[in-house]
């Protein structure tokens, strides 16, 4: 099925020209979107979701727009900073040919809010925004949303995920009542459910499963090393795997300052990416990796989700992910529109059971391998069916001293 048949304009069709033809999700929500429909649509990450709301959004503010004052026809709010600038730019480029001008206005924190006031003053079109900034705006009376027409909820489990239910709530209470309603997310939590019976009207409902030869594109590693030998490991893989470009995975901010110093001091460019760095830092870090000036980009899950790099060949887990949700999203950086790609995940004694626990939950089994010279000393405890965790923690010096007192007592401590 080609776009032309999903009965978008001209102007939108020479947009798109360059692809052969949408995606599923595209396919399934542009002809809902143009009617005014409310769509709760879920797909996973890189399957074309953005695309599948902007360019009928696009159609529908071309039809309904008012000359004079702009006011806002179309409000997308975001998770990060990030996915608010790739949305901003898939606008910007699907609207090139449109025969009016279209003002799009990103806002998001971490910046100085004085430039998106400015940039608001005399009205927007579309705001691409995250719900705290977007509220900042509301209370400094530099926009209002009395009159938007359409609401999409982009990456909807991740606005969730991240703590903004209150902040929606604030925004909803906002808009006015009659608008179209689009809910995107990868994932339909109950959490997502709930935001989705609240605010959609008789939606179309749309999952896009992941097809079967989606998988085997990704090779997925799982090597076992003690944890203090992780970044010696990483540097040996990417000089001896020839990784060209890697996106490795920490947990922590600390870590990701860390382990980049690390593999600058061995002669590898590797940059920091997470949430206290302001954002021409972060930009700036994107911009390099995806031009390749850097060959590793250390970063927190903030780069998990929402982040579109092309032709990234490999993906390091080289600090499991907290949820098994997340490694999908983590994984899915690579082999992404048929290319090839590796996904390696660090295995060490105290993750053992949450690595074993993210196999379960997606149905995977994924070998242990090892790696001569790295061969871990410290190994996994043996699984206990009484623990109901899923960190795969191991008993404390202090849990086995007490044990081993109560052994020589003869008592049970309770």
């Keep these: 099925m080609p776009f032309s048949s999903l009965g978008l ?40 979701k953005t695309m599948a709301f902007v360019l009928p959004l696009l159609q529908r503010w071309l039809s309904t727009r008012l000359e004079k004052p702009r006011r806002v026809h179309t409000l997308i709010l975001v998770p990060t900073r990030e996915l608010a600038a790739q949305v901003t730019e898939t606008v910007l480029r699907c609207s090139v040919h449109l025969p009016e001008r279209i003002k799009v206005v990103s806002a998001f924190g971490g910046v100085s809010i004085n430039p998106q006031m400015m940039a608001l003053r005399g009205g927007a079109d579309f705001v691409i925004a995250t719900p705290g900034r977007l509220l900042d705006l509301v209370d400094h009376n530099a926009l209002h949303l009395s009159y938007v027409s359409a609401l999409v909820l ?46 959609l009207h008789e939606p179309t409902v749309i999952e896009i499963e992941s097809a079967p030869t989606e998988m085997p594109v990704i090779e997925q590693r799982a090597i076992e090393v003690d944890t203090d030998q992780r970044t010696p490991l990483l540097r040996h893989l990417i000089k001896t795997e020839g990784w060209k470009r890697v996106l490795v995975f920490v947990a922590k901010q600390y870590s990701a300052e860390h382990v980049a110093d690390k593999l600058r001091r061995s002669g590898i460019g590797a940059v920091a990416f997470h949430g206290d760095l302001s954002q021409g830092a972060r930009s700036q870090a994107l911009a390099d990796f995806k031009e390749s000036q850097i060959q590793v980009l250390v970063a927190t899950d903030l780069a998990g989700r929402g982040l579109d790099i092309v032709q990234l060949p490999v993906v390091v887990n080289y600090d499991l992910p907290r949820s098994a949700v ?32 993210i196999e379960k939950r997606h149905h995977l089994s994924i070998a242990r391998e090892q ?28 849990d086995k001293l007490r044990e081993a007192a109560a052994r020589q007592s003869g008592s049970v401590t309770r």
């Design 326 to 357: 997340d490694y999908t999203h983590r994984i899915g950086r690579t082999g992404r529109a048929g290319e090839a790609g590796v996904a390696v995940s660090f295995i060490t004694a105290e993750s053992h059971a949450h690595f074993c626990l």
């Design 154 to 199: 982009d990456e909807a489990d991740r606005l969730l995920d991240l703590g903004f239910a209150d902040e929606l709530k604030r925004v909803l209470a906002l808009l006015p009542k009659r608008r179209q309603n689009l809910l995107f997310s990868a994932t339909f939590p109950e959490a997502v459910q709930a935001l989705a019976k609240e605010l």
């Design 371 to 398: 790696i001569p010279g790295f061969e871990p000393l410290d190994l996994a405890p043996p699984p206990s069916p009484s623990t109901g965790g899923i960190k795969g923690r191991r008993k404390s010096k202090k």
């Design 9 to 48: 304009s001209a102007p939108l069709l020479s947009a798109v020209s360059q692809y052969v033809a949408p995606t599923p999700v595209q396919s399934a929500a542009i002809p809902v979107v143009l009617k005014g429909g409310d769509v709760l649509a879920t797909a996973q990450t890189g399957s074309g």
